[in-house]
């Protein structure tokens, strides 16, 4: 069983920079492919970047390439997303996921994705 815990988020001016992070407990024999979502009130779900294990896929919405980076740190099994330039459609709660993959795929669609955290609040506001 995979756990995922996020944390790192707050509040923020815009303009302003945050970086989320997940503890992921996998397993080192495998690989999986971790993704970063958000979810806005009254909004479904929605993809913000993704991540193969070993950093060689990378898929970023085109409402964050540019701003947001994705990185996995393989030794201690932490996912982070750095959000640089931050604005106000940011706001959202954000979850990490995962799912046990192909060493080189990297997802972007939710259903796609089997383990879950519950999220870490990241408000842009002045």
């Known amino acids: 069983q995979v756990q995922l815990v996020e944390s790192g988020g707050g509040l923020v001016q815009p303009g302003g920079s945050l970086r989320v992070s997940c503890a992921a407990s996998?397993?080192?024999?495998?690989?999986?492919?971790m993704g970063w979502f958000r979810q806005a009130p009254g909004k479904e779900r929605e993809f913000v970047a993704s991540s193969s294990w070993s950093g060689s896929t990378r898929n970023y919405a085109d409402s964050v390439k540019g701003r947001f980076t994705i990185s996995i740190d393989n030794a201690t099994k932490k996912v982070y997303l750095q959000m640089n330039s931050l604005e106000p459609e940011d706001t959202a709660v954000y979850f990490c996921?995962?799912?046990?993959?192909?060493?080189?795929?990297?997802?972007?669609?939710?259903?796609?994705?089997?383990?879950w955290g519950r999220g870490t609040q990241v408000t842009v506001s002045s």
């Open positions: 996998v397993r080192t024999s495998s690989s999986y492919a």
């Open positions: 996921a995962a799912v046990e993959t192909s060493s080189w795929r990297a997802p972007i669609q939710t259903n796609e994705y089997i383990y």
